[in-house]
């Protein structure tokens, strides 16, 4: 059963259905769309009231991302056709369509003020300017990549070996975070001062930028860490890695040698963590189907949850103002959830 909430706090308010696995889930800027990819290949377009907009013929063999520029008028895809895919978002029609480098492209990323887009297939990242343009490529990584995430102008790739930081304007190396393991996950604290990876080992590690030869590592995770989320003041941590929300506290003198606040979630790993973008409120996901709202900082338990169901929580996104919460699963399940 879900915890009870005296004041409703998390009230669904629509429900919508894709073919199968939902992999990506992205709101428009506004906050008027929401794009629901399928692994199978379509995405699909709801406007905020889960009324359906428009499908998208998405990928032959599947789509394994989605991403919406910034600035709102474009929705890029990608992959297993080895394309990325920009689309109109106001005809929803295909404008363009980039060679990933490889026959799957697993990852997107606008860059904060939408001039850019990199894409990683394989061991190559390629960066697109405004005009369609190819303007980088990294193609010496020891291995796919792993992930990407900007760092306002600067693009950031893992892969085993490590994490690194490319300027976009000259292709140099900004930092070189080396490690022999590999990151799954990767997330830039919000004022760009800390780095943290989630691994392949079962750790996390923390990077400051302003002392990259010092990483600190944290273990005793159950699995693979590859859900991250940092709140907007970049003072807190979300992650995965076991049945609790592991939140570390990186304020003052950072985590080094203290203990996380653990949020238990169920008996199996969660799947999906996610800050609100603006506000203090922390929402998880596991395959047992349930979501949980969480106040961290009140170091009680969850405010309020959702019942379970048939399928495990894949991904979740928070709208734009932080009212809204849309949830995808494994069975091809989309949802909003009101936030009071």
């Not at 008028?73 to 060679?99: C, S």
């Not at 009140?298 to 734009?320: F, I, R, S, Y």
């Not at 919460?325 to 069975?331: E, K, M, R, S």
Request: proline residues 6%; glycine residues 12%.
């Amino acid at each position: 059963m879900p915890p009870k909430s005296a004041d409703n706090r998390l009230r669904p308010t629509w429900a919508a259905r894709v073919p199968d696995h939902v992999i990506g889930l992205t709101w428009s800027p506004d906050g008027k769309f929401l794009a629901a990819a399928a692994v199978s290949g379509p995405v699909h377009v709801f406007d905020a009231t889960g009324k359906p907009v428009a499908t998208l013929a998405g990928h032959t063999h599947g789509t394994m991302a989605v991403a919406w520029k910034p600035t709102g008028e474009l929705l890029a895809t990608a992959g297993q056709d080895g394309k990325v895919r920009v689309w109109d978002a106001a005809l929803w029609q295909e404008r363009a369509a980039f060679d990933g480098g490889s026959p799957w492209v697993e990852r997107l990323a606008f860059s904060p003020d939408g001039s850019h887009l990199a894409s990683a297939a394989g061991k190559k990242v390629r960066v697109w300017d405004a005009a369609g343009e190819m303007v980088r490529e990294f193609a010496d990584h020891k291995s796919t990549v792993s992930h990407l995430a900007w760092r306002g102008s600067q693009v950031t790739v893992a892969a085993y070996g490590g994490v690194r930081l490319y300027d976009i304007a000259t292709g140099n190396t900004v930092l070189d975070f080396a490690w022999k393991g590999a990151p799954l996950a990767i997330a830039w604290s919000p004022n760009g001062a800390m780095l943290a990876h989630g691994n392949q080992d079962a750790t996390i590690h923390f990077w400051y930028t302003a002392r990259p030869d010092s990483p600190l590592q944290m273990s005793g995770y159950a699995t693979k860490v590859r859900e991250l989320s940092w709140d907007a003041s970049s003072r807190y941590l979300a992650c995965g890695g076991s049945s609790a929300v592991c939140v570390w506290d990186c304020g003052g003198k950072g985590p080094e040698g203290s203990k996380p606040q653990m949020l238990p979630c169920g008996e199996e790993p969660l799947s999906a963590v996610a800050w609100q973008r603006r506000g203090y409120l922390l929402a998880s996901g596991g395959p047992d189907g349930r979501v949980l709202l969480w106040q961290p900082a009140n170091k009680k338990g969850p405010l309020v949850g959702t019942n379970g169901g048939d399928a495990g929580v894949t991904v979740l996104g928070w709208a734009p103002d932080d009212k809204t919460l849309a949830v995808g699963d494994a069975d091809g399940g989309v949802r909003a959830l009101k936030v009071n």
